[in-house]
């Protein structure tokens, strides 16, 4: 449909009402300025202000404007409209697209060409708080739906020429906008260049929002962990971008899409660096701990329980044995039950508004726990098992990551029901090969925890614990390898 | 981007060594040793490490300098591409057999300590697929695999190891030089041959990414040297020479059994056993990363698979298992370990003299 515009109005508006057809909230506004021209935008998703007073009214009350065809267009151009961006378009094509991203398109008789002036107005809420990565200390602005203010959040913190940001559009009938956004000189250029190959092999309807393209461009898609990272907060995409990660920004979507993103980022919130480093390397330190036992816990309490007591103090197997007692169900049966009411019990409450889904939490957690093991259903240590690794789950920062542990926890369960022990470090070592053969745009998934020499062992300071600011003197092995020293004193390339 | 170009690090290859050469530790070495190098056995290791990395040194140094690529495309520089390719076969098959007969040994292992009742064809079953499910992340993520090992395994073992200290009896490795009974000539092959895995180390080393290093592959076979010299003295002043050679796998039981002050579980053989696995697999999972450096084909996968399986039934029972893996390893160790990269080695110096 690259057809270019002709020089008749008429045909021009007639061809526009026909791509339009029963679109009812398409606006054409004829008028005479010197030449019969027209205005053509979508209802309600622009900005009636700058319409009125930067288009019409400067056009309409200017008595020595006369003339027709393109010099008139590019007499308006230059001299009346007064919107702060303006081009030049020449096909259907264009003005279909600007017309559907909220601009103005100002035809004009006798001209093959059109102004698009920029007039977006989309309904917005306005800058919200963080609701999925809450920090104590550190700022509390979070992404919204617009592009826009998403892009302009992320400027606010980096005051600096070499952040770039490359427009593309995707989905062939939502054309959502997106805004790749990276530090020119610290992006590592291959996997710049890896990241903008994965956008444009898209080719999809509609892109809704950020996950769907997480979805889309990530390479490992059978893996339940995620290999791209995503956040609603700014001064992580900021830090992020300064450490050599590309963000994509999604119209319409209040996440803004990390890259590339291995195991560790997924440990780390914002506020491991807002606050001292000997808490938040402790805090870290129990996030991969708690990651563990959430993946564990289970599967080893059927291993140890059910076929080899005797590595259990005989105390604790003995107590173990006497609250089994009149328990009906084998080990792995019960705590496969737990388990799914559990997930259960999440999936219940999660959506639901914060006074139901507590109410389900207290009914679940309390009430029928409770009655299950009094009515001796369950035993008290199932209860403490389930619980324990409940919160083990729910420690890691990011709930993508959760997932992973979730389904991978009952592949450890399922081999250590049939072959304990032996089951139980068989799961271990699948977890760990699955992990080792995943990257993340060429990334290994478990930097720096393998290869880590490609950066000099530097990135383990930020890993497990986190060191003191001024012991991270390099950049992460995303950046650009001749420009990896964040501290030094020395003049930055 | 450093990943997805089918090489490894030096630091890579220098834990795949030594987590190799522990697989053996744990499970067979000190058995063996303790028959032929007695309480002396933990000297004979030293030197026998001082002894590799010199030879390994010279090998490795010699065909970085002919620059005929990798050790596939020196032994068919030398015997011709159809001799080379027979050569490199009959190696990757005593690896293979290795492997096959490794896995016999762990799935003992497993009977004889966590599934009394599993059949051990489940066991080795398993174990296949997991290696062939880790031959989708190709040697990079061999690699990889081998560096978390390397943590997850190996730190456990050494804070299980610190009280071994105290709670041994020494008296136990007396005397300790023993060359009475003891054929220390033998207990030298033995050491040479089964346990540093020579072969292994020249086809992993053609996998090593642009920053080759020698001295980092020298320093790693020292550093196993070191470990197993401990862990074997270790075992010997536990047991005594003779009761550890009657032993099916003194270390394991050493090492379950060392008293851990105020520890929460009763034994610690859940992180002893981790070791043995995860050290077994990689053992294993090198013979089928050895052999798709002889084919990449799908079809070839199967085939090792079969051939590892198959030796992992051979044997009747685990001490055949250990016979079995005695003699391959010395008959092949001392061919495709010793022999062939000596030839090699002076074959690509001769060849370099003649083109200088």
Redesign the interface.
Known sequence: MDKKLSNSLKYNIDYIKYIFSDCGDIVYRDFFAGCNMCLVYVDNIINNVAVEESILTNLMNRSDMRGEGDSFIEKSLLEVVSVKDVTKIYTFDDIVTAVLSGDTVILCDGANSAIQASTKGFPTRGVGTVQTEISVLGPKDAFNEAMAINIVLIRRRIKDSRLKLKRMKVGRKTKTDMALMYMEGIV?K??LK?IEKSIENVDIDGVYDSGYMEQLIEKNYKSPFPQIQITERPDKTASSLLSGRVALVVDNSPYVILLPAPLNEFFQSADDYYERWEIMSFIRFMRYIGAFIAVSLPGLFIA?AV??P?????SLALKIAGSRQNVPFPTAAEILVMEIAFELLVEAGVRLPSPVSSTIGIAGGIIIGQAAVEAGIVSPVIIIVSALTAICTYIVPNTSFTAGIRIFKYIVIFLSSF????GF??G???L????????S????Y?YP???S??NDYSDLKDSIFRLPLFMLKKRP?YAKRDNRVRQSGKEEK | MFSSNNKISVRQIQVLIFISGFASCFTVLPRFLANTGGNSGFIIIALTSIIVSLFVAFCLNAFEKSKKGNFKNIVESLFGKYFGNIIYFLMTIKILVSGGLMLRILCEVIRETTLFKTHISLTGGIIIILCLYSLKGGIEGFGRLGEIIFITAFIPILIIFAPAVTDTDYTNILPIIDIKNQNIVQGFIVSLCIFFGIENIFMEYSFVNKIKNVRSIVISILFLGICTSVVYFFTITRFGAETASSKLFPVIIMLDTVEIPGAFIERQFIFVIWAVIASAFVFINSSFIFGITFNKNKFFKIIYSIIIFTFCFIPSNITKTLEWFYSVNIFGGIVFGVLLPFILAIYCIIDRRKKH
């Open positions: 590592n291959e996997i890896s140890l076929y080899n005797s590595m259990l103090p005989v072959f304990g022990l032996f470090w068989a271990i070592l699948i760990i090969i699955h992990l080792s053969s995943m990257e745009f060429g990334i290994p478990l925890f393998c290869s020499s490609e092995v």
